[in-house]
């Protein structure tokens, strides 16, 4: 069966300083990794997406993300963050006509 | 990229009457749409799986006559909350999924749903 998991719950970055949030995956065949954000109350923006190719993937905001296959992993990482960027970030797994799954989700704080 | 637009975005209801939830692809025709549910903190739950023209896949522990579905058209999902219960108030997020691009999905906006 599918899942994901996001080991941190919350995480907390100085403005300025790099980020990586971590996510580790579980999946029979070639996953398809999703990494979403969402601010309170709303619903969800799409960062990244890795569905096959190079396997470090840039996305929206300057996020970046890895996909490791012999850690089944997907890492989202960001050189500098931003007071912008504090909000609730999801890591999902899906792949071709199935449904998505989403892990339990990482909350980042910034410190100004 | 794609839109898909879910209204109302807040809805509150008294207990024992039903509320629907609408969920459109605006510019694209999906052939599956996914409705889920988050508890706040909380990670989304998939509720259920709706193709076009077809019953709605329940997940486990979710009560089909609870929440109805209906995917009428490849622009169009419903979730009908019946009977609605306080423990039913939540934020619910829809999901559509591209005709000709069968893995990724494009999420609504929410539907926060406060039942007094």
């Known amino acids: ?112 | 990229g794609a839109v898909v637009s879910q209204h109302p975005s807040w809805v509150i209801c008294k207990s024992g009457t039903s509320v629907k939830i609408e969920c459109r692809s605006l510019d694209f025709q999906a052939t599956t749409m996914f409705w889920y549910r988050q508890f706040p903190k909380q990670s989304l739950m998939l509720m259920a799986t709706s193709n076009e023209g077809s019953k709605a896949t329940y997940e486990q522990g979710v009560e089909k006559d609870k929440f109805l579905i209906n995917h009428a058209s490849l622009t169009l999902s419903t979730l009908t909350v019946t009977s609605a219960h306080p423990e039913d108030s939540s934020f619910y997020i829809c999901s559509a999924r591209v005709r000709q691009s069968n893995t990724e999905a494009f999420f609504g906006q929410g539907t926060r749903l406060t039942v007094v």
Do not use: M
């Open chain 1, 1 to 112: 069966a599918q899942s994901v998991t996001q080991p941190d719950i919350h995480i907390t970055v100085s403005e300025g300083a790099s980020l990586e949030l971590r996510c580790n995956y579980s999946y029979g065949a070639t996953p398809y990794l999703f990494w979403y954000v969402q601010s309170p109350g709303q619903g969800l923006q799409l960062l990244l997406k890795y569905f096959s190719g190079d396997t470090l993937v840039q996305g929206i905001k300057g996020f970046e993300a890895e996909f490791k296959r012999s850690q089944s992993s997907f890492n989202l990482r960001k050189p500098s963050v931003h007071w912008s960027d504090a909000a609730e970030y999801f890591c999902a797994v899906g792949a071709v006509n199935d449904k998505i799954i989403f892990g339990k989700g990482t909350r980042l704080h910034i410190l100004p």
